[in-house]
C-alpha cells in the first residue's frame, strides 16, 4: 500500500495529512520539535483539527527526516512569504527540496502545495531535488503540483469538500495524483494542462481577491469623503444580479496579502510592469494606516482626547476566529495610534501573553476601558459593546 508523508505541518499540510491518514499510513514531518510533540499528544495549536480527529488517525509525526525516505508519495506544503522588500521568501521552499532530496527513495512523487509563480516549482524547486539527491528529474523521481485551498477557521469547507486541482509532470504522473488525491477529495478532481497552469491558477485565486477588496477599499474611503455609508451604498448596489459584494477591511494573512507579489515578481522578470496588481497591494497594505488616522479625527472631532486616553482594541488575528496572527494589518493599526502617544492594550483570546506590543487583557476586563474598538469580528465579541469598529 502507498505510504505518503506530508512535509510541513502548518495550517495546510496538518488537514491534508488527517485527510489521508484516514486511508493510508501517513508520516508528518516538520522540523519543529515543539510541534511534533504537541501533534503527538493531540493537540494542534492552529484549531484546524481537533483532538478527535488526531486521536482517530493514524499518522506517524516524526522530525526525523528519515520518514520521507519511507514514503512513495511526498507532499510539501511550506510557507512561502516575502522579505521585507515584499519579494518571494523562498527559504522555507528550497530548505524543504533540500531535506526531502536528501532522504527520498528512488520512483518517489514529489507533490507541491505551496503557493508559488508559475515556473517556480521546476525551475527552483527540482533542481534542488536533483542535486542533493542525484537522481534525474522525471527518470529517477517525479513531480507534481496541487495547489492548496485551505481556508483557515472554515469548518465547512473543509480540505476534502474542496475540489482539487492537481497537475504532474508526465501523464502517468498526474493520473497517479489524481488517483491519490481523488480517493480522500469528495468535491471532485481538476486536472491541469502543466504544472504551470496550476500554478497561475491558484496565484490568480488570490490576487482577484485582493483586488477587488482594494477597490471596495478605495472606494470606502470616497464614500467617507462624501460622508454617506458604505454599508448602504453596497446594500443598494447589491440588488443587481451581476454585483459581486466584496467589502472593504484590513488584508492581512499568509495568502491573499502575500501571493500577489509573488505573480508581481515574476511578471516583472518577463518585463512586464503589473500596474492594477501593485496598484491594489498599495491600497491594501496603506489600508490600517488610512482606518488609524480616521479614528484619531474621530477622537478629536469627539473630543475624547482629554486626559491620556486608553484604547483597547479588541482583537489582534488576519481574521475572525482563528489564532493566526500572521501579517495581520491590526499590528500596523496599533503601531499607527502608538505614533500619537495613544495608550494602546488588547483583547485577543485566541492568543496568550502579550501581542504586537500591548498587553493582553482578560476578556472579563474589557469593560474596565473607557474607549473600545473591534479590530476583529469574533463571535466571542458578539455582546461586547463598543465605541467604535475599524472594518475587517
Known amino acids: 500500500m502507498m505510504k505518503i508523508c506530508v512535509v510541513g505541518l502548518g495550517y495546510v499540510g496538518l488537514p491534508l495529512a488527517v485527510a489521508f491518514g484516514k486511508k493510508y499510513e ?7 520539535e515543539k510541534r511534533i510533540n504537541e501533534l503527538q499528544n493531540n493537540i494542534d495549536y492552529t484549531k484546524e483539527v481537533s483532538s478527535e480527529e488526531l486521536k482517530k488517525t493514524k499518522i506517524l509525526f516524526s522530525s526525523n527526516p528519515e520518514v520521507i525516505g519511507k514514503s512513495d508519495f511526498i507532499i510539501i506544503a511550506v510557507p512561502t512569504p516575502v522579505d521585507d522588500a515584499n519579494l518571494p521568501d523562498l527559504k522555507p521552499l528550497v530548505s524543504a527540496s533540500s531535506v526531502v532530496g536528501k532522504n527520498m527513495k528512488k520512483n518517489s ?4 502545495e505551496s503557493t508559488v509563480y508559475p515556473g517556480c516549482t521546476e525551475r527552483d524547486c527540482v533542481p ?8 534525474r528529474y522525471m527518470k529517477d523521481f517525479f513531480v507534481g503540483y496541487s495547489p492548496e485551498r485551505i481556508n483557515p477557521g472554515d469548518k465547512e469547507h473543509t480540505v476534502e469538500k474542496i475540489k482539487k486541482v492537481v497537475s504532474g509532470c508526465d501523464l502517468n504522473t498526474l493520473n497517479t495524483i489524481e488517483g491519490v488525491y481523488g480517493s480522500v477529495i469528495t468535491a471532485g478532481i481538476h486536472k491541469a494542462s502543466s504544472i504551470k497552469v496550476a500554478e497561475a491558477a491558484k496565484i490568480i485565486e488570490n ?13 470606502k474611503m470616497i464614500f467617507d469623503l462624501m460622508e454617506i455609508s458604505w454599508e448602504e451604498v453596497l446594500d443598494a448596489a447589491s440588488t443587481k444580479w451581476n454585483f459581486i459584494k466584496f467589502t472593504p477591511g484590513f488584508v492581512g494573512g499568509h495568502c491573499i496579502g502575500v501571493d500577489p507579489y509573488y505573480l508581481a515578481h515574476e511578471a516583472n522578470r518577463l ?7 501593485l496598484a491594489g497591494r498599495k491600497i491594501n497594505d496603506d489600508m490600517a494606516k488610512y482606518e488609524a488616522e480616521r479614528l484619531v479625527k474621530y477622537i478629536s ?16 488575528t488576519f481574521k475572525p476566529n482563528i489564532p493566526d496572527t500572521r501579517n495581520s494589518k491590526v499590528e500596523t493599526f496599533i503601531k499607527e495610534l502608538k505614533e500619537f502617544s495613544f495608550d494602546v492594550s488588547i483583547c485577543e483570546p485566541y492568543v496568550s501573553g502579550e501581542l504586537f ?9 474589557v469593560s474596565k476601558f473607557p474607549f473600545i474598538v473591534k479590530a476583529v469580528n469574533h463571535k466571542l465579541f458578539e455582546n461586547i459593546k463598543h465605541n467604535y469598529e475599524v472594518l475587517r
Request: aromatic share 6%.
Open 128 to 135: 534542488v531535488l536533483e542535486k542533493e539527491s542525484g537522481m
Open 109 to 112: 512523487i514529489i507533490v507541491y
Open 301 to 316: 472631532k469627539n473630543k475624547l482626547n482629554e486626559g491620556n486616553l486608553k484604547i483597547l482594541i479588541l482583537g489582534g
Open 271 to 277: 518585463g512586464h510592469y503589473p500596474e492594477i496588481i
Open 207 to 219: 490576487t482577484q481577491r485582493d483586488i477587488n477588496i482594494a477597490l471596495m477599499n478605495e472606494l
Open 26 to 32: 501517513v508520516y508528518g514531518f516538520d522540523i519543529k
Open 357 to 365: 506590543g500591548c498587553k493582553n487583557v482578560n476578556l472579563q476586563d
